[in-house]
């Protein structure tokens, strides 16, 4: 009987942990922090690619004029 009673302990308590990821998910999908979080990731990935092009015109221009230019700044 002792076994049984924990067993059904530790069913209950797997039910109550999936019962609450399930909120916590829930709120964190539904907040809009999450929605202006994915806005910025969007605009720094937009600005990554940007910048890349940039560099790469830099550098083809500068190829053919002879001049350095330093890569870090």
């Not at 830099?58 to 700044?73: L, N, W």
Request: no cysteine; glycine share 6%; proline share 0%.
């Amino acid at each position: 009987m002792g076994v049984f009673m924990v067993f059904i302990g530790i069913v209950v308590f797997l039910i109550g942990l999936l019962i609450l990821e399930y909120v916590i998910r829930s709120a964190i999908n539904a907040s809009r922090t999450s929605t202006r979080l994915d806005e910025v990731v969007w605009e720094l990935q937009m600005l990554r690619r940007e910048l890349a092009t940039r560099d790469e015109r830099d550098r083809k221009a500068a190829s053919g004029t002879g001049q350095m230019i330093d890569a870090e700044a």
